[in-house]
């Protein structure tokens, strides 16, 4: 293992010593006041010893909670793979692996494209014999198509060309899912769905936006298949999947004013099986009956498309090539004249 000092102690931390990293859980941690010195990020202290909120000058806010495998970054929930851990001296730990996996891909520049997203592959959950989740007589798999449909025309209105794995009420295999998109040689992926909970209806609301499982971490609430599985095509793009996932949640999160049931990770096989950056949206709780309203609404799917345009509008801002560089002017004093002055 190796061990980093943090010089910046009273960050997070009462401590007037260099904290060394530790090993929990079999895992390496690493103190987050020497991350955030490192960073330039410094301490906005709100009020509580269980919180560690970090900002720099370009007003970027992160927030970690003692325990939780959810952090705050710029405004929206993402899920952690470890949960974050405060010692006994109050210094607040996070794991290697979430600094590398989530936390710093989000928030540094990424990795430049320079391939323009021109096709996308819209995936309209479930269909024909299956029906989704069913509450008080409406389907799922009805939804998901409305969406589909709006988004469609949104997305080629804003000038893309786009693919459906289905455009009618018809079943279609999750392997032939992630066929249709593979093949099509699509640029990104988005699988529409709607959620639904029996324990708490009535509070549980809110979009939620999965990508892929890094390698190596369990997904959150072990959705899809298991932790130990192995690098699968999606893990190829997680970074850029991590990205698209946050610019639509935001969007959707912002946009719709909704609760933010947070950026997640699952295995799910259309995650697994895709080549190109994939998102999973599960867009609101059909179980929640303000929520449910919503979604039979079809101009609150038509808010609802629109947000998920322009989270991959900025996704493709994030993701641009750079403009080339304009030839500086001359930089030789001009010849002497004799203009009178
Ligand atoms: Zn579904």
């Not at 929930?77 to 979430?98: E, H, Q, W, Y």
């Amino acid at each position: 293992m190796k061990f980093r000092f943090a010089w910046l102690p009273l960050l997070c931390a009462v401590v007037a010593q260099p904290v060394q990293a530790v090993v929990l859980n079999g895992r390496d941690y690493t103190p987050l006041a020497g991350w955030a010195a490192a960073n330039q990020f410094h301490e906005a202290p709100d009020g509580s010893r269980e919180r560690c909120t970090l900002t720099n000058r370009a007003a970027q806010r992160l927030t970690f909670e003692k325990n939780s495998v959810t952090a705050e970054i710029g405004g929206v929930k993402v899920a952690l793979s470890f949960p974050v851990a405060l010692d006994k001296s109050g210094v607040f730990f996070i794991a290697r692996f979430d600094l590398a996996k989530t936390v710093e891909p989000l928030i540094f520049a990424p990795p430049v494209s320079v391939k323009k997203i021109s096709t996308i592959c819209l995936d309209p959950g479930h269909g024909g014999k299956d029906p989704g989740k069913q509450v008080g007589g409406h389907d799922e798999k009805a939804y998901t198509l409305l969406l589909a449909d709006e988004l469609r025309r949104q997305l080629i209105a804003a000038g893309f060309t786009v693919v459906q794995t289905r455009t009618k009420d018809k079943f279609v295999e999750l392997s032939e899912r992630s066929a249709v998109a593979n093949r099509h040689n699509a640029d990104l992926f988005v699988c529409l769905h709607f959620n639904a909970t029996e324990a708490a209806k009535n509070e549980v609301a809110g979009p939620q936006t999965y990508c892929i499982t890094p390698v190596g971490a369990s997904s959150t609430e072990a959705a899809g298949r298991g932790a130990g599985h192995s690098l699968c095509a999606g893990n190829r793009v997680e970074m850029k999947s991590l990205q698209l996932a946050y610019q639509v949640h935001r969007a959707l999160v912002k946009n719709l004013g909704a609760s933010d049931r947070s950026v997640r990770r699952a295995r799910f096989e259309v995650l697994c099986e895709t080549t190109m950056p994939a998102v999973y949206i599960e867009g609101g709780y059909l179980t929640n009956p303000t929520e449910a309203r919503k979604i039979y609404d079809a101009n609150y799917r038509k808010q609802m498309a629109a947000a998920i345009v322009k989270g991959i509008v900025n996704y493709q801002k994030l993701t641009a090539p750079p403009l080339p560089k304009i030839k500086r002017a001359e930089t030789n004093p001009p010849a002497a004249t004799n203009h009178p002055k």
